[in-house]
């Protein structure tokens, strides 16, 4: 895994490995909807795709209680130093899913004379995993999730499927 | 912002812009005094997004998708406005059974729109199980629109002159056993939330909104119905095809935030009755106005049209100056107008309830800020 200023500073051998299947397993996301993207994360968490499936259904309004920060929606400017504030608010080891074309690269907003938005998240914050789509559908979003799974522990539920169909 | 230097029994509480009752990034700076607010002063624009530049910078069709994107839960509405303004320009004549499909179309989308209000707001107040049961429901909404869109939330279905796909008889169908489903769970909804007393007691006589302070400050939608005021542009000023249906305007009598609620409630089963008699009564024949131009080129003039959206009176106002792209476009949002309302009616109120007063708004963030 490549380095990331969401690392621990201590590392602790073995047992880290333990801790990641724990964390992996785990994740409590944000509550933090900045546009349509939202919904579909809410969509994500509700009764029909339960992301509690998964263990990461748990959503915190508090950044301070959080671990994964999902970035549903357009960063206006106005909102850029509030979404970098937030983050660093968080916990570490702590993980970024960019929801949407918005959290990419400006989705349909970017454009040359576009002047209220940050064209991407990952110009802010460093972000893990990249989930496509405007909206993503929630199946798109929890595949995000267990990727970031697999980023976190080395081993994940797709990967599995991913060797059947190779 | 608040003027600084009061006295200094009060303090400064911020909500937002990350605050999970806030339906998105709305900040409210509050002036406290103890638990009780002084002054609360919404700070919009954290979701500015530029709809209206877009507008002019780009082609009649190209900014169609950007509706969606503007109030994402009622969509629908908001592109039947758009082509609506756009037609009119045009001078083009929408087929019947394609304004027969829009209307079948955007009363599900306000359906959906009222579920996902109600399953939020209940979950600001604390009652997470309601919200599981109104996204069940409003799931099997989305499959039904996804069929005939081909997406689930920001759709981008009508286009000037009428709408690029039939639906078929499945689809009607459908509709017909959705409000079967709805019905029935009308008994849960009923035991969970109506009769409930923890919302009763946190909502009823809070948050009231007199009948002149709805026309001081422009409200629409629910909110003014909710205070006793029949205002709904379906029967006022009546487009598409909706002269053609018998439904009712439902009220309130105090205008407090569960006659609010009772008036979404009870819109749900309106919207069903107007489904249900569209899907009996569509026509068949063309869904696109004939003679349709493949460049959108309007001849000078401005337009207003205006359509009842989940939310209010939505509204574009449209000057065209002869150009493949419009010359101005303005967005009348209806949250926008609700929300002004709160530093009114926030007054002296203790934090709970002021959240309970801005989630019965039902704003849209993105939607003030477009
Ligand atoms: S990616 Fe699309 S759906 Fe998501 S926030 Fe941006 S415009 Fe909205």
Same mark, same amino acid.
Do not use: W
């Given at each position: 895994m490549e380095k990331k200023t969401g690392e621990p500073l201590i590392h602790l051998g073995v047992l880290e490995e333990a801790l990641n299947l724990a964390r992996a397993n785990s994740l409590w996301p944000m509550t933090f909807g900045l546009a349509c993207c939202a919904i579909e994360m809410m969509a994500a968490g509700a009764a029909r795709f339960d992301l509690d499936r998964f263990g990461a259904g748990v959503f915190r309004p508090s950044p301070r209680q959080c671990d994964l920060m999902i970035v549903a929606g357009t960063i206006s400017k106005k909102m850029g130093p509030a979404v970098v504030r937030l983050y660093e608010q968080m916990p570490a080891p702590k993980w970024v899913i960019a929801m949407g074309n918005c959290a990419i690269s400006g989705g349909p907003f970017f454009y040359p004379e576009m002047y209220a938005i940050v064209p991407g998240a990952d110009l802010?914050?460093?972000?893990?995993?990249?989930?496509?789509?405007?909206?993503?559908?929630?199946?798109?979003?929890?595949?995000?999730?267990l990727l970031l799974e697999e980023k976190i522990t080395g081993r994940g539920r797709l990967r599995k499927f991913r060797n059947a169909a190779e | 912002?608040?003027?600084?230097?009061?006295?200094?029994?009060?303090?400064?509480?911020?909500?937002?812009?990350?605050?999970?009752?806030?339906?998105?990034?709305?900040?409210?700076?509050?002036?406290?005094?103890?638990?009780? *607010?002084?002054?609360?002063?919404?700070? *919009?624009?954290?979701?500015?997004?530029?709809?209206?530049?877009?507008?002019?910078?780009?082609?009649?069709?190209?900014?169609?998708?950007?509706?969606?994107?503007?109030?994402y839960l009622h969509a629908l509405a908001y592109n039947q406005c758009y082509c609506m303004a756009v037609e009119k320009l045009l001078e083009l004549k929408v087929p019947e059974r394609a304004e027969f499909i829009r209307v079948i179309t955007c009363e599900l989308n306000r359906i959906a729109s009222h579920l996902l209000w109600i399953g939020a707001y209940l979950l600001d107040l604390g009652a997470f199980t309601p919200f599981l049961y109104c996204f069940d429901d409003r799931e099997n909404i989305l499959d039904l629109l996804d069929r005939v869109t081909g997406s689930r939330l920001t759709y981008c279905y009508y286009r000037f002159g009428g709408v690029p796909r039939d639906v078929d008889d499945d689809f009607l169908a459908g509709c017909k056993a959705f409000a079967r489903r709805l019905r029935s769970r009308y008994r849960d909804y009923e035991n969970l939330v109506n009769k409930n007393v923890i919302f009763l007691e946190r909502t009823k006589g809070i948050g009231i909104i007199s009948q002149e302070q709805c026309v001081? !400050?422009?409200?629409?939608?629910?909110?003014?119905?909710?205070?006793?005021?029949?205002?709904?542009?379906?029967?006022?000023?009546? !487009?598409?095809?909706?002269?053609?249906?018998?439904?009712? *305007?439902?009220?309130?009598?105090?205008?407090?935030i569960y006659d609010r609620y009772m008036v979404r409630y009870r819109e749900m089963e309106q919207s069903l009755r107007i489904i249900e008699q569209a899907v009996d009564k569509i026509p068949a024949g063309p869904i696109m106005a004939e003679k349709v131009p493949k460049r959108i080129k309007p001849a000078p003039g401005e337009v207003y049209t205006a359509v009842e959206a989940a939310r209010g009176e939505f509204g574009i106002y449209l000057v065209s100056q002869g150009d493949t792209?419009?010359?101005?476009?303005?967005?009348?949002?209806?949250?926008?107008?609700?929300?002004?309302?709160?530093?009114? *009616?926030?007054?002296?109120?203790?934090?709970?309830?002021?959240?309970?007063i801005l989630g019965s708004i039902d704003v849209v963030v993105p939607e003030i800020d477009r």
């Open positions: 802010l914050i460093p972000v893990d995993v990249y989930v496509p789509g405007c909206p993503p559908r929630p199946e798109g979003l929890i595949e995000g999730i | 912002m608040l003027e600084r230097g009061l006295e200094e029994k009060f303090y400064v509480l911020n909500l937002g812009p990350q605050h999970p009752s806030t339906h998105g990034v709305l900040r409210v700076e509050l002036q406290m005094e103890g638990e009780f *607010i002084v002054k609360a002063d919404p700070d *919009i624009g954290y979701g500015h997004r530029g709809h209206e530049h877009m507008a002019e910078n780009r082609s009649y069709l190209q900014f169609l998708p950007n509706l969606g994107r503007v109030d001081k !400050y422009g409200l629409t939608g629910p909110m003014v119905r909710g205070s006793g005021i029949p205002y709904d542009l379906r029967k006022c000023e009546p !487009y598409s095809a909706y002269p053609l249906f018998d439904f009712d *305007i439902p009220v309130g009598s105090t205008g407090d792209t419009p010359y101005r476009l303005k967005l009348r949002v209806p949250s926008f107008g609700n929300l002004s309302i709160l530093p009114e *009616i926030a007054v002296d109120t203790l934090v709970a309830d002021l959240v309970a």
